[in-house]
């Protein structure tokens, strides 16, 4: 049987931010996703927030003419945003939770009924143009029963406080969360990803979930690039994720 990797989308909102740093051309995050896709990265992602720190609207529609990796949109579920994805129309657009006051993305979209009705009526909006939905959740069973329910294209799984977890204890009790959020959506057609706070070490036992299809890494990989360069810092990735998935889904990380 073929061997089935998770493919690798690389978010360069960083690139942006340092360039909005000095308010000039340069980095300029098209040129970095060229050397993304030269890498063998599957997509690109860039968050598109209200305050726009990272990525501008010019941007996005930069790269969405480039048209060189599928964009995947993350964004907050507001009427502004929601009228620019679906005039921009990416690949995919992943909703998550933004607080003007955060310095990165902090824990899963709340899937309350308010939201589970904006989402509702988007998702048909999605689907008429041709654009994948995704929500960004905490591995939280009921949120991933919510999902389900909703019909989205995609569950991509916040792994931010697995990442961040400094006790072993703690890092495993979240990793179990982790694979049981997976199982649940393993259940259904929703497509599986993961990301928030991954790196070279800890995408390790990730890699063992069963039907993972997708890792979104960006920080680390800006960062490292910063001492081998933005290609090397994804092949690096890349070869992880060929190399240690068939082994950590043998070994099964939790058993």
Same mark, same amino acid.
Not at 89 to 96: G, Q, S
Not at 161 to 186: H, T, V
Not at 201 to 230: K, P, Q
């Given at each position: 049987?073929?061997?089935?990797?998770?493919?690798?989308?690389?978010?360069?909102?960083?690139?942006?931010?340092?360039?909005?740093?000095?308010?000039?051309?340069?980095?300029?995050?098209?040129?970095?996703?060229?050397?993304?896709?030269?890498?063998?990265?599957?997509?690109?992602?860039?968050?598109?927030?209200?305050?726009?720190?990272?990525?501008?609207?010019?941007?996005?529609?930069?790269?969405?003419?480039?048209?060189?990796?599928?964009?995947?949109?993350?964004?907050?579920?507001?009427?502004?945003? $929601?009228?620019?994805? &679906? @005039?921009?129309?990416?690949? /995919?657009?992943? =909703?998550?939770?933004?607080?003007?006051? %955060?310095?990165?993305?902090?824990?899963?979209?709340?899937?309350?009924?308010?939201?589970?009705?904006?989402?509702?009526?988007?998702?048909?909006?999605?689907?008429?143009?041709?654009?994948?939905?995704?929500?960004?959740?905490?591995?939280?069973?009921?949120?991933?029963?919510?999902?389900?329910?909703?019909?989205?294209?995609?569950?991509?799984?916040?792994?931010?406080?697995?990442?961040?977890?400094?006790?072993?204890?703690?890092?495993?009790?979240?990793?179990?969360?982790?694979?049981?959020?997976?199982?649940?959506?393993?259940?259904?057609?929703?497509?599986?990803? $993961?990301?928030?706070? &991954? @790196?070279?070490?800890?995408? /390790?036992?990730? =890699?063992?979930?069963?039907?993972?299809? %997708?890792?979104?890494?960006?920080?680390?990989?800006?960062?490292?690039?910063?001492?081998?360069?933005?290609?090397?810092?994804?092949?690096?990735?890349?070869?992880?994720?060929?190399?240690?998935?068939?082994?950590?889904?043998?070994?099964?990380?939790?058993?």
């Amino acid at each position: 049987m073929r061997q089935v990797f998770p493919e690798l989308g690389v978010n360069i909102d960083h690139v942006a931010t340092l360039r909005n740093s000095r308010e000039g051309f340069e980095p300029d995050p098209l040129s970095a996703a060229v050397l993304v896709k030269k890498a063998g990265a599957a997509q690109l992602v860039c968050h598109l927030r209200e305050d726009r720190r990272h990525i501008r609207d010019s941007d996005l529609r930069l790269l969405r003419a480039w048209n060189g990796l599928p964009v995947n949109l993350e964004m907050a579920m507001t009427d502004e945003m $929601a009228s620019i994805a &679906l @005039d921009v129309r990416p690949a /995919l657009v992943t =909703l998550v939770p933004e607080r003007r006051e %955060e310095r990165t993305t902090e824990g899963g979209l709340v899937l309350g009924r308010d939201m589970c009705g904006k989402i509702g009526e988007f998702v048909k909006k999605c689907r008429d143009n041709a654009i994948r939905l995704s929500l960004f959740l905490a591995p939280d069973t009921m949120d991933m029963n919510r999902a389900i329910d909703l019909g989205v294209d995609q569950v991509e799984l916040h792994t931010g406080e697995y990442a961040n977890a400094s006790d072993p204890l703690k890092r495993k009790r979240e990793l179990e969360r982790l694979f049981s959020a997976a199982a649940r959506i393993s259940e259904s057609s929703v497509r599986l990803a $993961a990301g928030h706070g &991954l @790196d070279r070490e800890n995408l /390790l036992s990730v =890699l063992a979930i069963d039907n993972l299809m %997708e890792v979104n890494i960006g920080h680390s990989i800006i960062a490292r690039s910063l001492y081998v360069g933005l290609e090397k810092a994804v092949s690096e990735i890349l070869e992880r994720i060929r190399r240690e998935t068939p082994l950590m889904r043998r070994e099964g990380i939790l058993s």
